[in-house]
């Protein structure tokens, strides 16, 4: 009985921020659709903001919750640390990125793409049912 649950929480966990992000993918989709009618500048530049928010936490998801069983709650509390310090790094890196290589750019469209995204996931993962979630 006891070892059909480990790794269930993590699972668990990891399928619904998974989905968190899933929805945040589809909202800078439809963002950039729209931001088409202001200019091809605003809408590239908002799916770079999404990218440059999307792939750091990807990556987060996906070392910090193993979808193996065995994994104790201090290995995911360390995974959740080197993780949060790789999504930081990998942000950086990705605005550096853009504002190098990418000419022209619309700088409000990148950090407010990437604010709503910042604000749509907290607003999403309060609204989870998941007790660990809401931490």
Same mark, same amino acid.
């Given at each position: ?47 770079? @903001?999404?990218? #440059?928010? =999307?792939?750091?936490?990807?990556? /987060?998801? +996906?070392?910090?919750?193993?979808? %193996? ?42 950090? @407010?793409?990437? #604010?709503? =995204?910042?604000?749509?996931?907290? /607003?999403? +993962?309060?609204?989870?049912?998941? %007790?660990?979630?809401?931490?």
């Amino acid at each position: 009985m006891g070892n059909q649950r480990i790794g269930a929480q993590s699972r668990d966990t990891r399928k619904d921020i998974l989905g968190v992000l899933l929805i945040q993918a589809i909202v800078v989709l439809l963002l950039a659709a729209a931001l088409l009618l202001k200019g091809n500048v605003m809408a590239y530049s908002a799916l770079l @903001g999404g990218l #440059i928010y =999307l792939v750091p936490n990807l990556y /987060v998801t +996906l070392r910090a919750l193993p979808h %193996r069983a065995g994994s104790t709650a201090g290995m995911v509390l360390a995974q959740l640390y080197i993780g949060q310090i790789w999504k930081m790094a990998l942000s950086v890196a990705g605005f550096a990125a853009t504002f190098i290589w990418v000419k022209p750019l619309s700088p409000f469209s990148i950090f @407010g793409t990437f #604010i709503l =995204l910042q604000l749509l996931g907290m /607003v999403l +993962l309060m609204m989870s049912k998941k %007790r660990f979630l809401k931490l």
